[in-house]
């Protein structure tokens, strides 16, 4: 084989595995990703139902019911509107009434959230960065305090940011 | 005042840094050896500084020394002593402390390696790396100082993260920052090339180790840390393409590709211009890894609260580093001499093709970790990119790349011949085949997946066996054992490393398998998971060193008879008011029974998730094999002896090698 024609089939072949990869991301892209809503925009109609995505906000305190069979229900609320949301399985450890929580799922036509994961959070004074800028979007976020500016229970701990472990990096 | 002589060792390793990155330029101008040779003794004294500022910090957190804030906010009296030690990168400091710490061992051990490196690059390398070092010292100085004191003094710290009172915190940052910093290595040979203008198979066999050792602390990193969430999340997954996990796995992508680049360029001088590249981005993904996790700018389930002032320092570096490199390999990269072009059907052919599929791979995460990133600052709308993404856009790039494997290690150098090379591996394939239609006949009905994986995985293993077993083979059996053990240790570890990922491919296949049930029992209910049942015996209180514990003894029963016991529980960490629950685990052969306790009800009933894991160890022990095989490869005799090509007299001597296999990889 020739230089020239080497060089061709070099080019060729990671063109078409690199063409490949892209359109794999492309279709992925369309088909995979789900959006973050707050319970104010599934309010305002702005999610058709039976179409997946994460749910942010606080547990409403006084919400959570829990079910036979392993069955929980709570509600989710940016202190505007208020989503009912049903999950079947163990909490993470730091759900709470009046935390922030991001859960993800379906949104069924009687306006119930049905959701299959809820997000563990490790640090109890965290607040998932959706969730807090859905909490700013209402006036309900007090910024660097790391708490919502009420609705929440008091949880101990001093307000400043606690510093966070890499550690967990990779879980990789 | 060891505190604030740790600081003051921070400063000077600081200054010391600058040093040694300042003196190879200056040598370079003018031409004074004794200039270049400073870098030797700094670099050791950097290590020196930092060491002892790390051991000031360690020793603030044994002693529990409640006047310092970092000692405060990550620690408590009663915590454990393995804890308190491993508390000491169990936070932000901490764990940049320990980053900069292996950066400059790494520094120092380039500077011990006195014969396999060339003066002039070693003096190079050793500049750059002093540039890391020190700009990450600095942002340790002004942003994150780990020695700041708090007067008064409180009585009691406020304790570590319970989710990181684990012995997966003691082995799993280290491991894995071993591997992220071990590129730096890689990176500063590479810039430390692209300055001198000058690059060969000399270069790819001084970097060839570093980049191999790294390579295999990641891997065992990334596994134990996949396997301290498999058991500390309590959901019973192993890997959740979450974007910190993927911050890991860029870099590993990109060193297994590295790893493969460099082997091309020793043995036949090609890839050169590519190589180097690689080597920077490896490392610019490692930083890149660093930024998202520290930064807090993304939403995983591992962050934990950030501080965004940090952020933009280490955005800077980012750019710095990324950009600055980037910037040099545009501008010099044109003046490398080129390597030679090559047949595709070979060895080396069958290398771009890992390369290619593992550089796209590695693509594909970058653009699915990024994108919503990209997305949010640029409409504002917020989107998380999950699973399915990357099993839709990664997976079609793996299973291809593996099938190539065990052709790659077949093919000859130069020239390979495919029809001979499918001869040989026929058995094997066969063989995988045989495998897949038995699983797919014994678990009819279930996954198809799962059996066409558990064949490839099989594929993998069997290729890497006759691979040993052709090169091996001999008239008599004892002839045959005598060459095996003459095979080159490098031929031995790529055997090793790739049915590692046979292994692992297998254990991730099985998963499919895995069966979970949720049921909320009293005691002496019983839940079933696959073939084993899980009956609760007693839901009992435990007290720990700094923790109260709510313990569901369960009896594992298989049809009747029973196996074990397992203990999940619930911890209550006081200090932090804050619970975490702990998977019970029963290990049979390499499958695992897992469950995790939720809730206890006032009626004595408690929630309780129970999995059948089958093969699920696989997945873990596959990863250990795979850095086994890299550690294997490293204790070759190449790069023991310093530089093979100039001493053919030490080759000849080697046993009963058969002369034609010396040279293959």
């Known amino acids: 084989m020739t230089r020239r024609r080497r060089r061709s089939v070099l080019i060729l072949v990671c063109g078409a595995v690199l063409a490949a990869a892209l359109g794999l991301v492309l279709t992925a892209m369309r088909d995979t990703i789900v959006f973050f809503r707050s319970p104010t925009e599934v309010a305002g109609q702005k999610v058709a139902p039976g179409t997946r995505f994460r749910l942010g906000g606080l547990v409403e305190a006084g919400s959570l019911k829990r079910e036979a069979d392993g069955k929980v229900a709570f509600a989710v609320t940016d202190t505007g509107s208020t989503v009912q949301v049903r999950y079947r399985g163990l909490l ?42 859905a909490l700013k979007a209402q006036g309900r976020w007090q910024e660097g305090t790391g708490k919502p500016g009420q609705g929440s229970s008091g949880q101990g701990s001093s307000g400043q940011a606690q510093s966070e472990p890499v550690s967990r990096t990779a879980v990789q | 005042m060891l505190i604030e002589v740790g600081h003051y060792a921070l400063a000077l390793a600081l200054a010391l840094s600058l040093t040694q990155m300042v003196m190879p330029v200056w040598a370079s101008r003018t031409g004074d050896p004794v200039l270049r040779s400073i870098t030797v003794p700094a670099a050791l004294a950097t290590f020196a500084c930092i060491a002892f500022a790390f051991g ?6 044994v002693t529990s020394d409640f006047s310092v804030q970092n000692v405060v906010e990550n620690s408590h009296s009663m915590k454990p002593l393995i804890y308190k030690i491993s508390g000491v990168w169990g936070n932000h400091e901490g764990s940049m402390l320990l980053w900069v710490l292996i950066l400059a ?21 050793l500049g750059v790396q002093a540039a890391i070092t020190a700009v990450f010292l600095l942002f340790i100085l002004v942003t994150s100082n780990p020695f700041s004191r708090l007067n008064p003094a409180p009585v009691e710290g406020r304790d570590l993260n319970p989710l990181l009172q684990d012995p997966g915190l003691a082995i799993h940052p280290p491991l894995l920052y071993l591997g992220y910093v071990g590129f730096s290595i890689s990176f500063a040979f590479a810039i430390a090339a692209l300055i001198e203008g000058r690059i060969d198979a000399a270069w790819a066999r001084a970097v060839r180790p570093w980049t191999l050792a790294a390579w295999c602390f990641l891997t065992v990193g990334i596994a134990m840390g996949s396997y301290w969430a498999y058991y500390e999340l309590g959901w019973g997954g192993w890997w959740f393409w979450d974007p910190v996990e993927n911050a890991s796995l860029m870099p590993w992508l990109a060193g297994t590709a590295l790893v493969h680049s460099t082997v091309v360029m020793e043995k036949r001088d090609a890839l050169k211009v590519w190589t180097v590249l690689l080597a920077i981005l490896t490392f610019s993904l490692s930083l890149l890894g660093t930024f998202l996790v520290r930064s807090g ?3 995983s389930v591992h962050t934990f609260a950030t501080d965004p002032t940090r952020g933009t320092f280490i955005l800077g570096i980012l750019v710095l580093f990324i950009g600055g490199s980037l910037a040099l390999y545009a501008w010099r990269a044109p003046t490398l001499r080129q390597g030679g072009l090559f047949a595709p059907i070979s060895r080396e052919g069958a290398l771009v093709m890992n390369n290619l599929f593992l550089s796209a791979a590695c693509a594909t995460v970058l653009v699915g970790t990024l994108y919503p990133l990209a997305l949010e600052s640029l409409t504002g709308e917020k989107i998380s990119v999950g699973p399915p993404f990357f099993n839709l856009t990664f997976l079609p790039l793996a299973v291809p790349l593996l099938l190539v494997v065990p052709f790659g290690q077949t093919l000859a150098w130069k020239r390979g011949d495919l029809a001979a090379a499918s001869q040989r591996l026929f058995i094997g394939f066969a063989l995988a085949l045989a495998i897949t239609l038995l699983a797919i006949a014994v678990t009819w009905g279930g996954p198809v997946g799962a059996p066409l994986g558990i064949g490839l995985g099989a594929y993998l293993i069997l290729g890497a066996a006759l691979e040993i077993v052709t090169r091996a083979r001999g008239k008599t059996v004892g002839l045959s054992l005598r060459r095996a053990a003459g095979l080159p240790r490098s031929a031995w570890g790529t055997a090793l490393a790739h049915a590692g990922v046979g292994i692992t491919v297998i254990g991730i296949a099985a998963q499919a398998w895995s069966v979970e049930s949720l049921a909320t029992i009293q005691r002496g209910g019983e839940l079933r998971a696959g073939p084993y049942v899980a009956v609760l015996e007693g839901v009992l209180p435990r007290t720990g060193p700094n923790y109260t514990e709510t313990v569901a003894h369960l009896t594992i029963r298989e049809g009747g008879d029973p196996v074990g016991v397992i203990e999940p529980g619930k911890r209550f960490y006081a200090s932090r008011n804050m619970s975490v629950s702990e998977a019970g685990l029963l290990t049979l052969g390499v499958s695992q029974v897992y469950a995790s306790v939720g809730e206890t009800g006032t ?32 204790t070759d005799r190449r790069f023991r002896v310093g530089a093979p090509a100039l001493r053919p007299a030490v080759r000849d001597t080697a046993g009963p090698v058969p002369p034609h296999s010396v040279p293959a990889e």
């Open chain 2, 105 to 125: 061992l790494f520094g120092a051990v380039v500077a011990l390696a006195r014969n396999s490196v060339p003066p002039i690059l070693r003096a190079n390398t």
């Open chain 1, 92 to 133: 993470p450890d730091l759900f709470r009434e009046g935390q922030g929580v991001v859960t993800e799922g379906v949104l069924e036509p009687d306006g119930v959230f049905r959701a299959d994961t809820v997000l563990a959070k490790h640090d109890e004074t965290y607040m998932p960065r959706e969730v807090a800028d």
């Open chain 2, 603 to 634: 009626d004595g009933s408690v929630g309780i998730r129970l999995y059948y894991k089958p093969l699920v160890l696989l997945i873990w022990l596959g990863a250990v094999v795979m850095a086994l095989g890299g550690g294997l490869s490293l």
């Open chain 2, 297 to 299: 700018v993304l939403t």
């Open chain 2, 56 to 61: 000031a910090l360690t020793y603030a957190h």
